[in-house]
């Protein structure tokens, strides 16, 4: 596969994997904002003083469904747990099942080393994202938006909940190009889901 395109939900998801470079997290555990972007990235991640906050998120390249957390640098989530999460049947979200095809940036590569070895059980077939680019990047900037809008000067246990309600408005949204939401394309589309044991 390489050009992303994509016929049906679960052909293709893209994993994304990022640190904030305006949010962070006081020791108090306020979320804090600053306007000046942080220059942090996965791999510089250990060697900052700050407590970052860090996006989880996969999407569906067909229907744009996507499946997200935050965690923060002080909690770092494991990326294959996050996975499993996210591929399990879930009764607050839609977004589910086991993919063709999963894009990893080389960054997350790097960060999480072992990350292809561990996914050898999903038998799923492993791409780089075209251009260098990864998916979910509006998706992620929409969910920081939310944040800091809504939760910044608040304990950081308030705004876990946000990457779920970023989820469910992301699935009424209407698919480009069609006239369908999101998660109607998707549940229209789907075919068969393969759940994770």
Known sequence: MNQYRTEYP?????????????????????LKYQKKKMEVNLNRLKDSNRTHLIHYLIRDHTSGLFYAEISTSEDVRNIDDFLYRAWCHKDDYSFQGIPEFLSIPKTVQAYCPDILKDLDSYEIDIIEPKNGFHGGI?????????????????HISEAYSVPQQACETNDKRQLRGTSFTKLEQWKKHVGQIRLPN
């Open 138 to 154: 509006g998706d992620t900037k929409n969910i920081e938006d939310i944040l800091k809008l809504l939760h910044v000067e608040k």
């Open 10 to 30: 679960n052909q293709l998801h893209q994993l994304s994997v990022s640190v904030s470079k305006n949010l962070y997290v006081t020791r108090a555990g306020i």
